[in-house]
């Protein structure tokens, strides 16, 4: 599909839970305790446990599926850097914009933010623009 | 047997190469998890790309310990095709950069996903920071 430069891309909105981060740590085999032992998790710096980065970006991955079908997990391309943890509790929303088309490529702005506005993950993503659709 | 803290390992170290699979009950697990309602409405029995991305990463930390309290800041990612559920891939992955400081090391590691006949399916590149010392 092909998604015109400045097009809003349709978000994705997850509630993260300790419930879902503990099913994630097992699916994905990190059982890193700064996700899964709140005990462990006071002591450090974010007072808590959090959210795996790699959860929140299936999150924006989700979006980019939805809005480019099979152009991105087909030719898909992804830079980021977290700059906020999420929390169970939160209420996580990926987002993104066509910035601009370089050679066939839509390249998008991407972000998720929880429901405080707060920024947690802000990169950019590019997708083939006219890939095959889902 | 053990395995090497993330944190101990230097600049160009060659982490074990490991092949994995995506069966369809990982998958199932994986989509269950993360609430993936989109790659469901793409034709192919296609895996979510970040599938491909944490079945990976779990594969490659056989051969080196992620330590506690590691942080994740920032990710790059290249999905050079698309992956179907039962695929059978191999991981392979290297530290590429390693800073200290102030008790905490920055690790920069470069992974590479491969199907059977060597073709490239994903590339990635993981900065993470971890207390030096795998602190626990």
């Known amino acids: 599909m092909t998604l015109a430069v400045g097009t809003e891309l349709t978000p994705v909105t997850k509630e993260v839970t300790q419930a879902k981060i503990d099913r994630y740590a097992r699916a994905g085999g990190d059982g890193n305790p700064l996700h899964t032992d709140p005990a462990f998790a006071a002591t450090t710096q974010f007072g808590g446990t959090i959210a795996h980065g790699m959860l929140v970006l299936a999150y924006l991955s989700e979006m980019l599926t939805a809005n480019f079908g099979r152009a991105w997990p087909g030719g898909g391309r992804l830079k980021i850097r977290f700059k906020g943890p999420a929390r169970p509790g939160d209420i996580v929303t990926a987002l993104g914009r066509v910035v601009r088309e370089e050679g066939g490529v839509a390249v998008c702005e991407v972000e998720c933010r929880n429901q405080r506005g707060e920024l947690l993950v802000s990169g950019e993503a590019t997708a083939p623009a006219a890939g095959e659709g889902a | ?136």
Request: proline share 7%; no cysteine; net charge negative.
């Open chain 2, 1 to 136: 047997m053990s395995v090497p803290a993330l944190d101990e390992l230097p600049k160009g170290y060659e982490l074990p190469a490991f092949p994995f699979e995506l069966s369809p009950d990982w998958v199932r697990e994986y989509v269950a998890s993360v609430e993936d309602e989109a790659i469901g409405e793409v034709d192919g029995d296609f895996v979510p790309p970040m599938a491909i991305a944490a079945l990976a990463l779990r594969a490659l930390l056989e051969g080196a310990r992620l330590p506690d309290g590691a942080i994740h800041l920032g990710q790059e990612l290249e999905f050079v095709r698309p992956v179907r559920v039962g695929e059978k891939l191999h991981a392979s992955a290297r530290v590429v950069s390693r800073g200290e400081r102030q008790g905490w090391v920055l690790s920069g590691v470069e992974m590479d996903v491969t199907a059977a006949d060597g073709s490239a399916v994903m590339h990635g590149r993981a900065t993470a920071t971890m207390p030096a010392g795998g602190a626990t």
